[in-house]
């Protein structure tokens, strides 16, 4: 079992759609979490980037972790086509250095 | 500011052949990570690097190596290619040791494939 799990997708939402992407951890140890979005033929680029439990936005992402479930989540308000790409969560944990676990990625279209 | 540069962007090899990516990383940074991405694996960690000295190392195979320079610039090396190497290498530089400092920032990458 991988210590990050991702649905893949693909999920089509239309356009204004709210956009909910999940990720669950089995590492205890992980602390740091991240959203990275990536486009087609890109590298990532990180959205949000959180080391503690609770909410944190920017402008139209929100992201949570609740690290008594292991769960951490990325909500979109207003979606955009440009929204459309592969979101990835990463974590990692202290002393870990540049090191990060990332999930498979969930590919996202927002349709017109 | 110019961003993390990866060459060559695409590249073939045939089997048990090696092959030698190059990474310079945003000016200033002095950490380099490398991750390989696979459509059935994701990204998956390889190694990294601060100062010319190797931090951190993934779960590969001896294969898979690389090294720092002291201008930060990274290569990595991949001996014997096999199929299965066929993937999308990703250079990412930090300006400090850390994630609990900041953010990676990921090149484009170099597209290997191996027949």
């Known amino acids: 079992q991988k210590e990050v799990e991702q649905d893949p997708g693909p999920l089509s939402v239309p356009e204004g759609a709210i956009v909910s992407l999940n990720c669950t951890y089995s590492n205890s140890a992980f602390q740091y979490f991240m959203w990275y979005r990536q486009y087609s033929r890109k590298g990532p680029e990180l959205l949000m980037y959180t080391y503690s439990s609770g909410n944190k936005e920017d402008g139209r992402f929100t992201a949570q972790v609740d690290k008594s479930s292991k769960y951490i989540s990325l909500f979109i308000r207003d979606s955009q086509p440009s929204d459309s790409a592969t979101y990835l969560c990463?974590?990692?944990?202290?002393?870990?250095?540049?090191?990060?676990?990332f999930g498979t990625g969930t590919q996202l279209k927002v349709e017109l | 500011k110019a961003g993390v540069t990866q060459t060559p962007r695409y590249l073939i090899k045939t089997r048990g052949q090696q092959v030698t990516l190059s990474c310079s990383p945003i000016?200033?940074?002095?950490?380099v990570s490398w991750y390989q991405q696979t459509p059935g694996q994701g990204l998956q960690f390889l190694f990294e690097?601060?100062?010319?000295?190797?931090?951190n190392k993934g779960n590969f195979p001896g294969r898979f190596s690389g090294r720092q320079f002291s201008n930060s610039r990274s290569e990595m090396n991949v001996s014997t290619l096999e199929l299965g190497d066929s993937a999308l290498y990703l250079c990412?530089?930090?300006?400090?040791?850390?994630?609990?400092?900041?953010?990676?920032?990921f090149g484009e990458g170099s597209r290997l494939t191996v027949l």
């Open positions: 000016s200033g940074h002095r950490s």
């Open positions: 690097y601060f100062s010319e000295t190797q931090r």
């Open positions: 990463a974590m990692s944990a202290p002393g870990g250095g540049n090191k990060l676990t």
């Open positions: 990412a530089s930090s300006p400090l040791a850390g994630v609990e400092a900041g953010e990676l920032f």
